[in-house]
Nanobody, 127 residues
Framework: QVQLVESGGGSVQAGGSLRLSCTASLYPYSTYWMGWFRQVPGKEREGVAAIDSFGRTTYADSVKGRFTVSEDNAKNILYLQMSSLKPEDTAMYYC?????????????????????WGQGTQVTVSS
């Protein structure tokens, strides 16, 4: 069973930066999408950024130019570098993964597209 563990959340002032990390316990297949999602109470979970095993990335419009998704393949760690943070970025951030024998399309940001989820890490941005 794949387990995802996030870390790196915290509190920061607006304009600041944080880097989130996500470690997967195993990779059932070498082809995958791995993504970051966020959720605030009372709202649906939304996709933020994702990367696939080919290095293709997808970003939500709200974070383009501010967030960067990347991975360290040697260490099997997924990152989300967040810069120019805004109070509206405050949320619980989740790491998610989908593994398959083959994936033709770039990574998507729909929650239904991902099978495995971490427990989340809180990010709070104060004004």
């Amino acid at each position: 069973q794949v387990q995802l563990v996030e870390s790196g959340g915290g509190s920061v002032q607006a304009g600041g930066s944080l880097r989130l990390s996500c470690t997967a316990s195993l990779y059932p297949y070498s082809t995958y999408w791995m993504g970051w999602f966020r959720q605030v109470p009372g709202k649906e979970r939304e996709g933020v950024a994702a990367i696939d095993s080919f290095g293709r990335t997808t970003y939500a419009d709200s974070v383009k130019g501010r967030f960067t998704v990347s991975e360290d393949n040697a260490k099997n760690i997924l990152y989300l570098q967040m810069s120019s943070l805004k109070p509206e970025d405050t949320a619980m951030y989740y790491c998610a993964a989908y593994f398959a024998l083959w994936l033709n399309n770039p990574p998507r940001l729909g929650t239904a597209d991902y099978r495995y989820w971490g427990q989340g890490t809180q990010v709070t941005v104060s004004s």
